[in-house]
């Protein structure tokens, strides 16, 4: 009897899981927009006596041109404060650092060629030119140029 009463609990749990509609639905918007919008520079370290990893952002002066698909970038390091030392702002250079970029929505960003990936860390941009492929959510492909024109501390 309790599996009897088991197995129509579980069909009728089955039944009311399922869902019938099958029209009706709104479409969703289908972006085509593929822009580079924002582009930050950072140093990542781990501070061993916090046991926690630490983030310091660079200061990046950038000009953004979407009918040229190319930005351009002067960075700078930041001054050294309590967390911060100078010995850590030392290791600082073109060669490790990690980039993030803000793109359209729904648009993916790929590295060509020699460029490194998004976000990971330590990246190596000491070639100081690189392009990106950022693909819009409705396929739409267009190839981005980063340059840095200037790195100092």
Known sequence: MKALYKLTLLALLAILSTSCLKSGLDELETYNQNDITNIRFEYRWWEESAQRLRVIEMEVTKTIDKEAKEITCSIKVPAANNTF????RNQVSLSTLAVNVDVST???VTPVGNAPAMGTFPSDFSAKEF???VMAGSGDKVNWTIKITDFTK
């Open 85 to 88: 030392t100078e010995s850590i």
């Open 106 to 108: 729904a648009a993916r």
């Open 131 to 133: 392009t990106y492929n």
